[in-house]
C-alpha cells in the first residue's frame, strides 16, 4: 500500500469518498513512509502515532456509518513546528523554549481537523525559524530527499521535505522571507504565501505582530497547486488573533474570467545568478501559460532593490532588536543562526522609531507605484 503515499492530497480523498481505500490503510501508507525515510532526513520533531491512528479508526467510522465527509477526510497531513499543535512540542527550533508544548491547537489547526485532516506531527525548523536552511541545536540537520547532502531549505524546511518524501501528503508552513517559497523551490513541491490576515496567524511562535505582521504569513504546502488550494479553502478565513484578519471571502474565478487576467515573469532579477535550469523552467513555463489561453508578458518591476532593502530594515534589524532583548543574559542558549542574523544587522543604524516610521511609509509608497505598473 505504500503506492497510496504517493498520491496528491486531492486523490486521496477522493479514494477515501469513493471506497477505493480506507483512511486507516492510507495512514499505515504514510508511517510507513516516515519509519523508511525520516531516520535519512529528519523532517520530524514529533511523530503523533497513537493519536493518528486512532483519528483513522474514526475517520474510518464515520465512512462506514455514512456520516458526512470533510473535503480532507482521512488524509494524513503534517504542522510546522512553530505553530502550535495541542500536545505536541512547539518549540520553534529554539533551546529558549525547549520542552514547551502547546496547550491547544491553533486555530488553523482546528480547521484543518473540522475539514477531516489526520495530524501526522509536526515537522523541524531552523533557530527561531531564522534561516534559509533547516538545522538547529535542538533537532539538528535536515536532509532533502533527494540529496541527502543537501538542505530541503529553511525555515519551512521539515515541511517541505516531508511532503517531497510523501511522508505527508500536504501540510503548513509560514514566510516572512522566503521560508515557505525557498524550501518548496528546493524540493520540488508547490507552496503559498498567501495575502497577510487571508489565513490565521493566530498560535503561530513568534507571533505575527507589529511590523511582522506585514511581512510573516502561514500558508499550504503540498506535491501539487490543486492540492494547495484544498489546503487553503479548508483555513481560510478571518480569527480575531490575526491582526490583519478582515471578513471578506475570497474571490472565485472561473475559467473564462481566469485567463483574462495578464500574467508577468522575468528570468533575471538583477542581483542574483540563475542557474540555465532555472531559466529554462521558467520559459517552460511562460509556453505552457500561453498555451493555456493566457496573456504571459515579460514584466520586471521597478523598485526590487528598494523593495529588498525596506524588507531588511522591517525583518533583519526588526528581528536583530528583538533577538537581542530575548537571549539577554542567555548567550550560552544562541545557536549559530541567530549569531549570524544578529551578525547581519550589526553595520545597520539603530531601528529607532524614526526610522521605523519611515520604512513604513516607504512600503506603502513603494507598494503604490508597483500597482501602478500592473
Request: glycine share 10%; net charge neutral; proline share 8%.
Amino acid at each position: 500500500m505504500a503506492e497510496l503515499a504517493h498520491l496528491p492530497a486531492w486523490q486521496m480523498a477522493a479514494g477515501i469518498r469513493n471506497g477505493s481505500f480506507s483512511p486507516t490503510e492510507l495512514f499505515e501508507a504514510h508511517l510507513g513512509q516516515i519509519e523508511r525515510w525520516n531516520p535519512k532526513l529528519n523532517t520530524f520533531v514529533s511523530i503523533d502515532e497513537n493519536r493518528a491512528r486512532l483519528q483513522a479508526k474514526e475517520a474510518d467510522d464515520a465512512v462506514r456509518t455514512g456520516r458526512p465527509l470533510g473535503p480532507l477526510h482521512g488524509v494524513p497531513i503534517t504542522i510546522k513546528s512553530s505553530i502550535d499543535v495541542a500536545g505536541l512540542l512547539c518549540e520553534a527550533g529554539t533551546r529558549i523554549r525547549r520542552g514547551y508544548i502547546a496547550p491547544s491547537d491553533a486555530p488553523l489547526v482546528s480547521r484543518l481537523r473540522r475539514a477531516g485532516a489526520i495530524i501526522l506531527g509536526n515537522t523541524t525548523v531552523p533557530e527561531f525559524l531564522m534561516a534559509w536552511e533547516t538545522h538547529s541545536a535542538l533537532y539538528g540537520r535536515t536532509n532533502s530527499p533527494w540529496d541527502v547532502e543537501r538542505t530541503p531549505g529553511g525555515s519551512s524546511g521539515g515541511e517541505a521535505a516531508a511532503i517531497a518524501a510523501c511522508c505527508s501528503a500536504a501540510g503548513i508552513g509560514s514566510d516572512g522571507g522566503g521560508s515557505i517559497r525557498v524550501p518548496a523551490h528546493f524540493t520540488g513541491i508547490c507552496g503559498l504565501k498567501p495575502t497577510p490576515g487571508r489565513i490565521p496567524a493566530t498560535g503561530h511562535f513568534p507571533p505575527s505582530l507589529g511590523p511582522f505582521a506585514l511581512l510573516g504569513v502561514v500558508g499550504p504546502m503540498a506535491r501539487t497547486v490543486r492540492d494547495l488550494q484544498l489546503m487553503f479553502d479548508a483555513i481560510a478565513g478571518p480569527d480575531n488573533g490575526d491582526p490583519n484578519a478582515a471578513p471578506v471571502a475570497p474571490r472565485l474565478f472561473d475559467a473564462a474570467s481566469l485567463r483574462q487576467t495578464r500574467i508577468g515573469y522575468f528570468e533575471d532579477d538583477g542581483r542574483t545568478p540563475v542557474t540555465a535550469e532555472t531559466r529554462r523552467a521558467i520559459q517552460r513555463a511562460v509556453q505552457i501559460l500561453r498555451g493555456a489561453g493566457f496573456t504571459v508578458e515579460p514584466f520586471r518591476p521597478e523598485g526590487l532593490e528598494e523593495a529588498r532593502r525596506l524588507w531588511w530594515t522591517l525583518f533583519i534589524d526588526g528581528a536583530a532588536m528583538v533577538l537581542r532583548q530575548i537571549y539577554k543574559d542567555r548567550d550560552a542558549d544562541m545557536y549559530s543562526i541567530v549569531r549570524e542574523m544578529i551578525t547581519y544587522a550589526a553595520p545597520d543604524p539603530p531601528l529607532t522609531g524614526e526610522r521605523l516610521f519611515e520604512t513604513l511609509s516607504g512600503r506603502d509608497v513603494l507598494r503604490a507605484r508597483f500597482l501602478n505598473q500592473m
